[in-house]
């Protein structure tokens, strides 16, 4: 299979450059910059020395079977139409396709639609939600990582209903999420060492969680001396005290066969709940909880490297459902320790 990288010079684009250049059924046709165009890939991104491929500007790419659309927010729903005539199956992991939801759309991105007819063609790229949607998809939009991780986090819960109010979502993220144009919040000596609040409510997000789980929430965004890597913490009331054996039963069944969920549970103090540190570079989302004894309160953490799991790496494993693969295909990488 023949790939195209739209806006490859950014973070999530370097990240399906790596994943699909170690995928073994697939062929990285083009990658486009046209700020880069004509330079090698270690230009922008200096892990591909020794790779004898260059940029090329996105008005010469030519035909592939799979186009991969990196690119910021409004770009993807303004050239939809000419990258679906480059190849047949499109991939978009910005957030122009994700929202099926007009009321959650108005309020979280107001003035910015798409044309219906292409938003009604594209499914949502959650494996572990929508894997039997997915099947023979042709346009996929990936979930924000954020989202996504908060999704998998409470979505057995509000399945099995067991969330009885509105959630909490404590949201903390590494500067990688912020994208390779740097502002301000992201100058490194505004940021270092700070815990900075960058969104106390009403972050975008909030949109998607709401559509895929049903359930109403608030969510704060921590900006924290990171670069990779989100963690999630959801504060969720139960409908009654539960057993904190119970709860994990419903997640057992939620994720019993996912390749790329993993439920911590570990007596360990060190590594008790999921740290993202340990997901740099894989697929993984990891989860865990913890039940306040006597309480209707649930604590959910999730971690997952936000460029990967919460970007790349799931776009190519919705990829590998598409078109057959084996689902971790290409997606092997179980991260190191220490780091």
């Not at 990658?31 to 200096?46: C, F, I, M, Q, W």
């Not at 690119?71 to 122009?96: N, Q």
């Not at 700070?194 to 921590?222: D, F």
């Not at 996912?258 to 540190?277: D, Q």
């Amino acid at each position: 299979m023949r790939a195209t990288v739209v806006g490859g010079s950014g973070y999530i684009g370097g990240e399906l450059v790596r994943l699909l250049r170690g995928h073994p059924e697939v062929e990285l046709a083009y990658v486009t910059s046209d700020r880069y165009a004509g330079r090698p890939l270690r230009t922008a991104h200096p892990n591909f020395r020794g790779v004898n491929q260059t940029f090329v500007p996105a008005g010469e790419v030519g035909e592939s079977d799979v186009v991969f659309l990196a690119v910021p927010h409004g770009a993807s729903m303004k050239e939809i139409d000419h990258w679906a005539t480059r190849a047949p199956r499109v991939i978009d992991l910005s957030a122009d396709f994700r929202l099926h939801d007009d009321r959650l759309r108005a309020r979280h991105y107001p003035g910015s639609a798409p044309d219906p007819e292409w938003l009604a063609r594209f499914r949502t790229g959650i494996p572990e939600l929508n894997r039997e949607n997915l099947r023979d998809a042709r346009h996929i939009a990936v979930a924000g990582c954020m989202a996504n991780a908060a999704i998998l986090a409470l979505h057995p819960l509000a399945a099995a209903g067991l969330v009885a109010g509105t959630v909490l979502v404590d949201a903390r993220t590494g500067s990688s999420g912020g994208g390779r144009v740097p502002d301000e919040g992201s100058h490194h000596p505004e940021r270092s060492g700070a815990l900075r609040m960058a969104k106390p409510h009403g972050h975008r997000h909030i949109a998607e969680i709401e559509q895929a789980c049903g359930v109403g929430v608030h969510m704060s965004v921590t900006a924290v001396e990171a670069v990779r890597g989100v963690q999630v913490v959801c504060h969720v009331p139960l409908p009654g005290a539960l057993p904190e054996r119970d709860v994990w039963a419903v997640y057992r069944d939620a994720y019993r066969s996912e390749p790329f969920v993993r439920l911590v549970r570990e007596r360990s103090a060190l590594h008790r709940l999921p740290e993202p540190k340990l997901l740099s570079g894989t697929n993984f989302c990891d989860i865990g909880l913890t039940v306040t004894p006597g309480t209707e309160h649930l604590i959910v953490v999730s971690a997952i490297d936000n460029l990967v799991k919460g970007g790349a790496g799931n776009a190519v494993q919705c990829l590998n459902i598409a078109a057959g693969y084996p689902e971790t295909t290409g997606l092997e990488f179980m991260g190191l320790h220490p780091l």
